[in-house]
């Protein structure tokens, strides 16, 4: 399967940069529908150092916002997008399923659910690893100038 969009083109839409963009390709994309990326999980990242020392578990609220960055490439590629920033605005009905530790490879698929007054929005997204549920939910996004 050849990439859709790289880490390049990824900081094309987000404004997202090290350490915390959190995804490294899109291999799936449905202009203005849906996104599935990858985030590959590393021993290196920054977070494991305190997160736990000797037992690492990447944190939720990491998974939920590589959610939300996969969420943001389909949500910048709107017309209504164009000019502003979005913003992480909330989530509902988020639910962690399983750890993720060094080695691991997030598949992240994020479907636009609805855009109200060109404005405001939500997003389903689900995070697997090896085909397996790692966290799931509804997040709410707002588009700023």
């Known amino acids: ?55 690492p578990l990447m944190p939720g609220v990491l998974i939920v916002e590589a959610m939300a960055q996969v969420g943001g490439v389909v949500v910048m590629q709107l017309p209504q997008a164009q000019g502003h920033l979005s913003v992480f605005a909330g989530m509902d009905k988020v639910r962690f399923r399983r750890q993720v530790t060094p080695g691991d490879q997030l598949i992240i698929e994020a479907t636009l659910v609805r855009l109200r007054l060109g404005r405001f929005g939500q997003v389903q997204a689900k995070a697997m690893v090896n085909g397996e549920l790692v966290a799931e939910g509804e997040l709410l996004f707002s588009l700023v100038e």
């Open 1 to 55: 399967m050849t990439d859709v969009l790289t880490v390049e083109g990824i900081q094309k839409l987000l404004p997202h940069r090290y350490p915390f963009l959190l995804v490294d390709r899109i291999v799936e994309y449905v202009p203005g529908e849906r996104a599935v990326g990858i985030k590959n999980v590393t021993v290196n990242e920054p977070f494991f150092q305190g997160h736990f020392p000797g037992r």
